[in-house]
């Protein structure tokens, strides 16, 4: 036999036999969209870093969750922007608050033809923009703050929320939510625990999007990005506290431990496409750099073949778009 005798190129001979030989694929079904409500707004308010992404008024948000539905997608995770902040986060518990109010209208607009989920953290709603209450000496009290967390996770249910995804990085966390569900006769609301979040330069973005007010950062409670194994600890005592999924956050610069915590999970495994890979994608398009659609693709992609099993992601519409059109 002639050398070489084994030639992988036969494969990739045709998009036929591309197709034919994919190992990864991606569907609509597997992509969440986050979404942005402001309390206030009387259109849609465009967010200078991720162009393409808004603050939703009401309207424009039921009007995203229909077309969500339209495009097969599998969630929508929704994030709140109130106008009044307070040091306790007290919007988050208000069952008028903007985001506890958003629920109700996406789910009164969609129903459960769309896998509703919420963002249960403080960050949004404090006038400090931590995740948590503060101690005498500004530090994030853990304890404290799960208090608050059990509150807020029987409000989002009640809500309309199928889903919770509790992204503060308190330490116990998911056992809170889930026991305070359980106690309110919420068994069936699931939550999608945020397990191994680091602390990212890559959310940059996002406290534009939800006008943060934090001075500092999160180092105290969210992940080191040093950190690989210790992301098993996380992601294991999440589903010891009850998580029905989990998540790992950023994405792109963490596709090592996606694929640690695809390996050892025996629940969905999510990935967060979060504001900064999303700016930088389409930052280097804007400038004519990379060919924006197919980089999109790539990267969620990657996301998926590491071992997400859904991918949040700014872009869930328009790739399902994409997705429909065959392209
Ligand atoms: C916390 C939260 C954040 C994001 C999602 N949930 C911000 C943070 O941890 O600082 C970031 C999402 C993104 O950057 O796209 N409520």
């Known amino acids: 036999m002639s050398f070489p005798n084994r030639r992988p190129r036969r494969l990739r001979t045709s998009p036929a036999m591309r197709r ?3 190992e990864t694929t991606l569907a609509a079904q597997q992509l969440i969209l986050p979404a942005f409500i402001r309390e206030g707004l009387s259109e849609p308010h465009p967010i200078s870093s991720m162009p393409g992404v808004v603050q939703h008024t009401t309207d424009s948000l039921k009007a995203a969750a229909a077309q969500a539905v339209e495009l097969g997608l599998g969630g929508i995770m929704l994030f709140g922007i109130p106008e009044q902040r307070d040091a306790t986060g007290s919007a988050g518990i208000d069952p008028n608050g903007v ?3 958003a629920i109700g209208d996406v789910r009164a607009e969609v129903g459960d033809e ?16 931590h995740c948590g209450v503060l101690d005498a000496s500004g530090r994030v009290d853990n304890d404290a703050t799960l208090e608050i967390y059990a509150q807020m996770a029987v409000i989002q249910a009640q809500s ?3 889903m919770l995804g509790p992204s503060g990085m308190m330490d116990g966390q998911v056992a809170v939510v889930r026991q305070a569900l359980d106690a309110a006769g919420l068994q069936d609301t699931a939550v999608l625990a945020y397990a191994a979040k680091y602390a990212s330069a890559f959310y940059g973005p996002f406290r534009e999007a939800v006008d943060s007010q934090l001075a500092g950062d999160r180092r105290t409670y969210q992940m080191d990005a040093s950190n690989r194994r210790e992301a098993l600890i996380e992601v294991e005592l999440d589903l010891a506290e009850g998580a029905d999924m989990v998540m790992v956050k950023p994405a792109m610069s963490y596709l090592d ?4 915590v695809a390996a050892m999970s025996p629940v969905p495994v999510s990935a967060y496409q979060i504001s900064g890979e999303y700016a930088m994608i389409e930052a280097a398009a804007a400038n004519g750099w990379i060919d924006r659609r197919s980089a999109i693709m790539e990267s969620v992609l990657g996301i998926r073949r590491a071992g997400a099993d859904t991918v949040l992601t700014y872009w869930a519409s328009e790739l399902a778009l994409w997705l429909k059109e065959g392209k």
């Open 20 to 22: 034919l030989t994919a």
């Open 99 to 101: 985001l506890n109010k």
């Open 114 to 129: 769309l896998v509703i989920m919420s963002d249960l953290c403080l960050d949004e709603f404090t006038d400090h923009g």
């Open 160 to 162: 309309g929320a199928h």
């Open 257 to 260: 431990i996606v694929a640690d």
